[in-house]
Each structure stands twice: as C-alpha cells, then as structure tokens.
C-alpha cells in the first residue's frame, strides 16, 4: 500500500546533485580549456556514449587529472560500477571537489551500498555545508538504513536551505509517516503540493497517510487526484482499492485493484489486496488464486502467504491453511497476522494451546493488534477462562471501540457469566455500528430466552427485525422445479453447525440412524454442516446421510444456490439463533418446504420458513400468534435422544448413604436467574441438611465460585452446602449424576440435554411448567418419560413436590434404579417410533406443497 519515492524523484534530486558538474579548470595536468569545453558540451548535450569515448582517451593521456575522472564517472552514471572507479579517483585526486563526492554518494546509492553513499554525503557536506539538494539525498539514504531520525533532520536542513525544494518536502513527508507521525507529514505533502499541485506521487502517499489517520473519505479523494493527473499510476489504483475496502465498498475496491493489474501484471502487492477484498466478499476461490498469482510475482511475500492461509480456511481447509501461515512466518517471522491468523486456524482444528500460543506471539509483536485480542478472547473463553476473555475483549475495544466483532464477543462471555443486561448492551452496540451483522442479532435474539421479562410481542418484533435485515439482502426464489409429487422419494436437505460432540448432535444421530433404515426409498438425507470440526459423532451422523456437502466458505447465495440445485424438497434448520446458523440462506428460499427443528426454542422470525415442529405438551395453541412459522405438532415428543455410548452404570441413591439429600443442576449458569437462586434456596431451606451440585463450563472461574456462592448465601444458604464444579469430558460428566439425589432444572429456561442424561443416569428432574414454548421443554421431556409427578404448576408447588421426593428415600431409590430402563422404551430414546411420527409429519408438509388447497 505504501509509496516511496519514485525512480524519476531520485533521477531528479541526483541531477540536482549535478546541477553545475562540470566547470574547466587551470592545471598544467589537465586537458586544455578548449577540451574541456567540448567535454562540456558533449555533457550538456546528452552525448553520453561520445562523451564517454573522449573521456577515456583523456584519462589516458591526463591519468593525475581530477576533472578528467570526474567527467568520466559522469559519463558512466548509468554503469554504476565502472562509474564508482572512476568517481573514487576523482575524489582521491580532488579531495576537496563537492561534485565528486556527491556523485560518489549517488552511485554508492544506486548500487545499494547505503552507509557508503551517507559517508560521501556527509563529505560533500563539509565541503558545501549549505547544498540542499544533497541534505536531501542523505536524508533519503538515511532511509534506506532505517534510520528514520537522521532522515528527519536532513530534510528538515535542506527544506531550511532551500523551502521551495519539492522532494525534499515529499520525502520528508516520507520519513515523518515511517516515524509514525502521520499529521506532520500531511503537512510535509501539502507543502510539496502547494509547490507542484501536479506531483500524482505526493497526493498517493498524501492518502496513505489520511488512510492511516483514519481519514478514509480525503483518502480517497488523493487517490482519486493522483490518478487524474496520473492515470496509468498503478499504485495509486491499488491505494484507492484499499481505502475502499476499509470504507466496506468491495466491489469498487475489487475494480480498483483490477485497473492497477491492467497496467501492471505483475503487481504482487494489488494481486495480493485483491484477494483480501473477494475474501471480503466471500469469493473464496477467487480470492485463493488472486493469492497465488501474487506468490507467482513475488515468491517470498509473506503478507500473501498468510492471506492465502485466510482464503484456504475460509474454503474451511484449515490444515493446508496453516502450512500457508507457517510459511509467511518463515519469511517474516514478526508478521503478527500471520501469528494471529495461525492461532486462529489452530482453534478451528481444536488445538486450542497453540491457537493461544499464537495469538499472544502475535500480542507481543503488536500489543494494540486489536484482532489478535478479540481472538485471544475468543481461544480463552473455548477454555472456560470467562474473566481473561473479557479482558481481552476489552482491551480490543479501548484501542478501537467501534470494533464490531468484540463488541458481539464481548457479549457471549459476559452472557455466559450471567450478566445479561451487559450482554445485550453490547450486543446492541455491534449492531448500532453494523446493523445487518447477523451473529450478532442472532446473539440479541438467543439471549431473550434467558429473560423472563420480556413480552412476548415485544420477542416477535425483534425476530421480524432479524427477517427486514435478512430479507433485504436475499434474492427470494419464488418457483421450484421440484415435481409436486405426494408419495415420490423426498430429498431432506439439514442444515447445521453441531453435527458433532454436541447436543443437536446427540439428539439428532439416532433419528437419522433410524430414518436411514426404515424410509430407505422414501428419503434422502443431505446434510450441510455449518462448521469444520468433525469428531466420532459426526462420522457416525455422516454415515447415515446420503449426501454430505461442506457449506464452509460459501455465501449464503451459493449456498442457496447448491441447495436447489441438490433439488432439496424439504430444507431443515437445525441451530435456529444459536452459533454457525444459515438463516440467512434459509431467508432466500431456496427449497419449497422449509422447516425449524430441534436447535431452537423460539421464532426464527425469518418469513421463509414455512414450519416449527413442536409437540403437544411444549407448545399450547395461544402461543402459536408468537412465531412466525406455522406449527406442525408430532404426536408425542418433538425430541428423541440417541443413548450415549459409554459404560456408566446407575449408582445407589446418594442419600442412603450420605444422610442428606443432594440437589444437583449441570445447566448453563446464564439460566440462573435472580428468580432460579431465590427458589432454589427455598428448597435447600426446606429440606435440612441437602445440598446442592452445580457443575458448569464457568466454574473454572474462581470468580464465579465466588459470585454464586455470594448469590445463595444473601437467601441464608452458606457456602458449604454448595458444591460447585466445572467442565469433564463427557463420560466423566455423566458419571458425576451418580453424586446427585434430584436434579433441579432453571426456568425461563429449562434444560433439554441435560435433564434426558440426568433421567438416563437415573436421576429425577423436577421443572417448573411455564407458559411459552421454551418453557415447556421439561414438560415435554418429563410427559413422555412418564413422570407427570414432577412437574410443578408453580414455585410454591415446586417447593412442595421437592420435599415430598426428598422425604422419600425409598420410593426415590425405586424410582433410580429403574429410571433408565423406563426412559429407554420411552418416546424420548425410542428412535424407531420417533422417526415414523418425524417421516410422517415431513409427508404431510410436502403434500400441503404440492396440494394447497
């Protein structure tokens, strides 16, 4: 992006240089006046072969003669080497003449031999202290060497000397910009206008240093004059599709960088940024090759190295990704995005150490990299580390606070520390900055669930708001070529982030294993995962799908686009507003039948799906004016768990042998609200001596031990009846339910994962019926499972039934040892009854399709 000084500006400073070069002198060594005078015209006429010819002759005859050698190194100006002899003698035999060492330090710089050309500089200085141009062509060889102070002084010495000197002005402005001060040298650059409004390479690096101050809008504009004055100024093509890229105007940047390649090919640098800009815009192929074709001109550009490696993970190739990072830091091993962005392919691949290792390498190379923060946040909070997330999501936004993505981030962990009302404060923020991010209005939108005071049309009007974003950008299909055939084979496309080690994941696999097998013939299974990571579930989820297509790396157009072309009958979306959704694609329609199932508790709010399936207990009918989607009941449960594959067996009831009940809730602690810790404290109060278990991702945080026990000790319960534990891996989580006597579930939000593991473990879960769809989910669970007894119309009866179970030691020990039994041949583990209601009610969607009336 940065310009220096051009070929033409050093050709003009050195002539400057030169200005005055050749004079005759009296020596009896030297050629006589009348020579020496054609050896003058023969210089000033441009003569240079001739000049060069007669030059040599005389150094023959007059090898002692200064001018003679002085003459011939002008002659030779453009064969550095052979003039760099010659000008090396001339100084050695007149060490005094200013000319010769001037013309030695500018073929000292052509040949790159800068700390030789800054000597011979500074000799010709002491000869002709008061030679601007000269002060200038040392100020721009100080540059060279790094030494951006030395460059400062110089220019501002020959600016002294001589104010209407144009490139010295120029590159000062240079040097004050590397030295990072950015308002002095738009300064330096005016000035150099003011004397030369038509100097194109003044007005370029005059909008790099408005760009780096943030002043994209005149950026662009000295972009734009450049160009006017210049227009085959490819740099200034590249420069201006920078500034629009920043500005969010790809498409003209796209154009820019074109124009800068017409004119030269082999630009690495605008190859490179036109990558960045069709990453940009999610062209990901194209923004690969763009990459490639920059390494082409240019093998050893690390910049494009780590830019492949962006372009590669967004394609979600994260592994050949990394290989691109780890070449960039081959070259440059101080590239702080590459560390960054290598930190972030790590963590895609789940290796989560390196990825943290990565970003803080990229943190000490550029403490203010706002984006290796948020990332660092993003690794730290995957780890449970809630508080050093938020720390790091707040030192993103004291260096830019209008930093979109960490606002949304800082969000989630403050969502997941339970502090809601900060959540959606931020949440509110990144969309005040960038209104149609969708991650973030999905992130408004999810928290809701956690509210329960917010009205119900007030939810609907904010998931609408979701669908007018989402719907602008959509180009809605409005006809299918699907044939409208009831009983033909349907294609079922899912779409999801979570078909893994997840619970869309656990609940969805034994469906598909069973709709496999019994609706061969009648259903394909296509499945669209939302994100790259794969573990043993996805493999065995795979394997019961007949199609598997990544939708990594595509936009939402192409998606759609894939989706009809697939001929998708029937589209599913799995996530709802939770993380890696595609509602976005679902908003362009793309399959005639389009469905929200299992990952959500609430209206999507996009008009384009057509159905939420739900069930008779989890939705009441007055509820139904709340979603924008028609509801389509299954007969008994809308969910169906696949039982996990571990060897736990059931414990004996804690109670009998602790002498105390033990109350227990492996839930999320965003749903322990105010209300959830008042009612639960009412319970430990009412049965003496219980205690209760709580195990969370956050209580790795000691400050959310902290703040939990904080919470129950202002309801008189202290902090020894309170166990409090974090994250195990899977196995060792469930085998934790054998240290629990009766689980509690949280309202608004109840659990769904979590209480069908805890019923499975044997372990009863008492839930407050509510009102709303979400609400009901334990109702739902807890119907079908054949418990209607613990579920409680209020919390005054929730108080109640918990101490009628717990004062029952031995119908609670009959009930766990056959609880899992009775839940495996329940609608809630029956895969095979579940999936002919599920094919069934898929049928019936499809026929209203193909039959309206």
Same mark, same amino acid.
């Given at each position: 992006m940065k310009s220096g000084l051009t070929a033409s500006a050093a050709q003009s400073l050195m002539q400057g240089a030169e200005a005055g070069l050749l004079n005759p002198v009296k020596d009896v060594l030297a050629p006589s006046a009348s020579d020496q005078n054609q050896l003058i015209a023969l210089f000033n006429a441009g003569r240079f072969v001739e000049l060069e010819g007669r030059a040599r002759n005389m150094v023959e005859q007059y090898p002692e003669c200064g001018f003679v050698w002085k003459v011939l190194g002008a002659s030779l100006l453009v064969q550095r080497r052979e003039a760099l002899a010659a000008l090396k003698m001339a100084t050695e035999l007149l060490p005094d003449d200013f000319e010769a060492h001037s013309n030695l330090g500018a073929t000292f710089k052509d040949l790159g031999h800068f700390g030789d050309a800054a000597a011979s500089y500074k000799q010709a200085l002491k000869i002709k202290p008061d030679y601007a141009e000269v002060h200038g062509n040392l100020g721009f060889v100080f540059q060279d060497l790094g030494q951006r102070e030395g460059a400062v002084v110089s220019f501002r010495r020959a600016l002294e000397i001589k104010p209407e000197l144009v490139?010295?002005?120029?590159?000062? &402005?240079?040097?004050?910009?590397?030295?990072?001060?950015?308002?002095?040298?738009?300064?330096?650059?005016?000035?150099?206008?003011? %004397?030369?409004?038509?100097?194109?390479?003044?007005?370029?690096?005059?909008?790099?240093?408005?760009?780096?101050? &943030?002043?994209?809008?005149?950026?662009?504009?000295?972009?734009?004059?450049?160009?006017? %004055?210049?227009?085959?100024?490819?740099?200034?093509?590249?420069?201006?599709?920078?500034?629009?890229?920043?500005?969010?105007?790809?498409?003209?940047?796209?154009?820019?960088?074109?124009?800068?390649?017409?004119?030269?090919?082999?630009?690495?640098?605008?190859?490179?940024?036109? &990558?960045?800009?069709?990453?940009?815009?999610?062209q990901f192929d194209d923004a690969v090759a763009s990459c490639r074709r920059a390494l082409e001109c240019q093998l050893d550009y690390a910049e494009a190295h780590s830019n492949l490696g962006n372009a590669l993970q967004a394609l979600g190739q994260p592994h050949d990704a990394i290989v691109s990072y780890y070449r960039a830091l081959e070259i440059k091993p101080d590239l702080a995005e590459a560390h960054s962005n290598l930190g972030n392919a790590c963590q895609d691949i789940g290796q989560r150490d390196d990825a943290v290792a990565s970003y803080c390498r990229a943190l000490q190379i550029n403490p203010d990299y706002i984006k290796a923060h948020s990332n660092l946040g993003n690794a730290l909070k995957e780890f449970g580390y809630l508080d050093d997330a938020m720390a790091s999501y707040r030192r993103a936004l004291v260096i830019k606070p209008e930093f979109v993505e960490a606002n949304s981030n800082l969000g989630v962990v403050l969502q997941d520390l339970g502090h809601l009302a900060d959540a959606e404060t931020s949440y509110r923020r990144a969309l005040r900055i960038k209104p149609r991010f969708a991650e973030a209005h999905s992130n408004l939108l999810f928290i809701h669930n956690y509210q329960s005071d917010r009205p119900a049309d007030v939810l609907l009007a904010e998931a609408r708001g979701f669908e007018d974003l989402m719907s602008r950008q959509a180009r809605v299909y409005e006809d299918w070529p699907n044939s409208p055939v009831p009983d033909r084979c349907l294609r079922v496309g899912l779409v999801s982030g979570d078909l893994r080690n997840h619970p869309v994941g656990y609940f969805i696999e034994g469906v598909l294993a069973a709709l496999r097998a019994q609706a061969a013939g009648r259903l394909e299974l296509i499945a669209y995962p939302s994100h790259q990571r794969t573990d043993a579930v996805t493999e065995r989820i795979k394997a019961n799908c007949q199609g598997w297509h990544s939708t990594v790396g595509l936009t939402d157009e192409a998606l759609a686009r894939r989706v009809r072309e697939d001929g998708i009958d029937i589209l599913i979306d799995l996530s709802g507003h939770t993380a890696h959704n595609r509602l976005p694609m679902f908003a362009w329609k793309p399959a005639p039948v389009q469905v929200s199932w299992l990952g959500y508790f609430a209206t999507t709010g996009v008009a384009a799906i057509d159905y939420l399936i739900a069930d008779p207990w989890t939705l009441p009918e007055s509820e139904e004016a709340q979603f924008t989607e028609k509801i389509w009941r299954l007969p008994e449960t809308r969910l169906c768990f696949t039982e996990p594959e571990v060897d736990i067996e059931v414990a004996p009831l804690p109670a009998q042998g602790n002498g105390y009940i033990t109350f227990g809730c492996f839930n999320n602690l965003s749903k322990l609200n105010d209300g959830v810790v008042a009612l639960w404290a009412q319970v430990l109060q009412a049965v003496p001596k219980?205690?209760?278990?709580?195990?969370?991702?956050?209580?790795?945080?000691?400050?959310?031990?902290?703040? %939990?026990?904080?919470?129950?000790?202002?309801?008189?319960?202290?902090?020894?009846?309170?166990?409090?534990?974090?994250?195990?891996?899977?196995?060792?989580?469930?085998?934790?339910?054998?240290?629990?006597?009766?689980?509690?579930?949280?309202?608004?939000?109840? &659990?769904?994962?979590?209480?069908?593991?805890?019923?499975?473990?044997?372990?009863?879960?008492?839930?407050?019926?509510?009102?709303?769809?979400?609400?009901?989910?334990?109702?739902?669970?807890?119907?079908?499972?054949?418990?209607?007894?613990? %579920?409680?119309?209020?919390?005054?009866?929730?108080?109640?039934?918990?101490?009628?179970?717990?004062?029952?030691?031995?119908?609670?020990?009959?009930?766990?040892?056959?609880?899992?039994?009775?839940?495996?041949?329940?609608?809630?583990?029956?895969?095979?009854?579940?999936?002919?209601?599920?094919?069934?009610?898929l049928r019936g969607m499809w026929g209203q399709w193909c039959d309206p009336a």
């Amino acid at each position: 992006m940065k310009s220096g000084l051009t070929a033409s500006a050093a050709q003009s400073l050195m002539q400057g240089a030169e200005a005055g070069l050749l004079n005759p002198v009296k020596d009896v060594l030297a050629p006589s006046a009348s020579d020496q005078n054609q050896l003058i015209a023969l210089f000033n006429a441009g003569r240079f072969v001739e000049l060069e010819g007669r030059a040599r002759n005389m150094v023959e005859q007059y090898p002692e003669c200064g001018f003679v050698w002085k003459v011939l190194g002008a002659s030779l100006l453009v064969q550095r080497r052979e003039a760099l002899a010659a000008l090396k003698m001339a100084t050695e035999l007149l060490p005094d003449d200013f000319e010769a060492h001037s013309n030695l330090g500018a073929t000292f710089k052509d040949l790159g031999h800068f700390g030789d050309a800054a000597a011979s500089y500074k000799q010709a200085l002491k000869i002709k202290p008061d030679y601007a141009e000269v002060h200038g062509n040392l100020g721009f060889v100080f540059q060279d060497l790094g030494q951006r102070e030395g460059a400062v002084v110089s220019f501002r010495r020959a600016l002294e000397i001589k104010p209407e000197l144009v490139e010295a002005h120029f590159n000062f &402005g240079n040097a004050l910009k590397e030295f990072g001060r950015l308002d002095d040298a738009v300064t330096a650059y005016r000035r150099a206008l003011e %004397i030369k409004p038509d100097y194109a390479e003044a007005h370029s690096n005059l909008g790099v240093a408005l760009q780096d101050l &943030g002043q994209l809008d005149d950026a662009a504009a000295s972009y734009r004059w450049a160009l006017e %004055i210049k227009s085959d100024f490819a740099e200034a093509h590249s420069n201006l599709g920078n500034v629009l890229q920043d500005l969010g105007q790809l498409d003209d940047a796209v154009a820019s960088y074109r124009r800068a390649l017409k004119i030269r090919p082999d630009f690495a640098m605008a190859h490179n940024n036109l &990558g960045n800009a069709l990453k940009d815009l999610r062209q990901f192929d194209d923004a690969v090759a763009s990459c490639r074709r920059a390494l082409e001109c240019q093998l050893d550009y690390a910049e494009a190295h780590s830019n492949l490696g962006n372009a590669l993970q967004a394609l979600g190739q994260p592994h050949d990704a990394i290989v691109s990072y780890y070449r960039a830091l081959e070259i440059k091993p101080d590239l702080a995005e590459a560390h960054s962005n290598l930190g972030n392919a790590c963590q895609d691949i789940g290796q989560r150490d390196d990825a943290v290792a990565s970003y803080c390498r990229a943190l000490q190379i550029n403490p203010d990299y706002i984006k290796a923060h948020s990332n660092l946040g993003n690794a730290l909070k995957e780890f449970g580390y809630l508080d050093d997330a938020m720390a790091s999501y707040r030192r993103a936004l004291v260096i830019k606070p209008e930093f979109v993505e960490a606002n949304s981030n800082l969000g989630v962990v403050l969502q997941d520390l339970g502090h809601l009302a900060d959540a959606e404060t931020s949440y509110r923020r990144a969309l005040r900055i960038k209104p149609r991010f969708a991650e973030a209005h999905s992130n408004l939108l999810f928290i809701h669930n956690y509210q329960s005071d917010r009205p119900a049309d007030v939810l609907l009007a904010e998931a609408r708001g979701f669908e007018d974003l989402m719907s602008r950008q959509a180009r809605v299909y409005e006809d299918w070529p699907n044939s409208p055939v009831p009983d033909r084979c349907l294609r079922v496309g899912l779409v999801s982030g979570d078909l893994r080690n997840h619970p869309v994941g656990y609940f969805i696999e034994g469906v598909l294993a069973a709709l496999r097998a019994q609706a061969a013939g009648r259903l394909e299974l296509i499945a669209y995962p939302s994100h790259q990571r794969t573990d043993a579930v996805t493999e065995r989820i795979k394997a019961n799908c007949q199609g598997w297509h990544s939708t990594v790396g595509l936009t939402d157009e192409a998606l759609a686009r894939r989706v009809r072309e697939d001929g998708i009958d029937i589209l599913i979306d799995l996530s709802g507003h939770t993380a890696h959704n595609r509602l976005p694609m679902f908003a362009w329609k793309p399959a005639p039948v389009q469905v929200s199932w299992l990952g959500y508790f609430a209206t999507t709010g996009v008009a384009a799906i057509d159905y939420l399936i739900a069930d008779p207990w989890t939705l009441p009918e007055s509820e139904e004016a709340q979603f924008t989607e028609k509801i389509w009941r299954l007969p008994e449960t809308r969910l169906c768990f696949t039982e996990p594959e571990v060897d736990i067996e059931v414990a004996p009831l804690p109670a009998q042998g602790n002498g105390y009940i033990t109350f227990g809730c492996f839930n999320n602690l965003s749903k322990l609200n105010d209300g959830v810790v008042a009612l639960w404290a009412q319970v430990l109060q009412a049965v003496p001596k219980s205690r209760l278990y709580l195990k969370a991702k956050q209580l790795n945080e000691a400050s959310v031990k902290q703040s %939990i026990s904080y919470r129950f000790s202002a309801h008189g319960i202290p902090a020894e009846r309170l166990t409090l534990e974090g994250p195990e891996p899977r196995e060792n989580y469930l085998a934790a339910y054998n240290r629990v006597d009766i689980a509690l579930d949280p309202f608004p939000f109840p &659990g769904g994962t979590t209480s069908v593991e805890s019923l499975w473990m044997g372990v009863p879960v008492l839930t407050l019926a509510g009102e709303r769809f979400l609400s009901r989910q334990g109702v739902g669970i807890l119907k079908n499972a054949g418990l209607p007894e613990w %579920i409680a119309t209020d919390t005054a009866d929730y108080v109640k039934r918990a101490v009628e179970h717990a004062g029952d030691l031995t119908r609670l020990a009959t009930l766990r040892h056959g609880l899992r039994q009775q839940v495996l041949a329940s609608p809630i583990f029956d895969a095979a009854r579940f999936a002919g209601h599920f094919e069934a009610a898929l049928r019936g969607m499809w026929g209203q399709w193909c039959d309206p009336a």
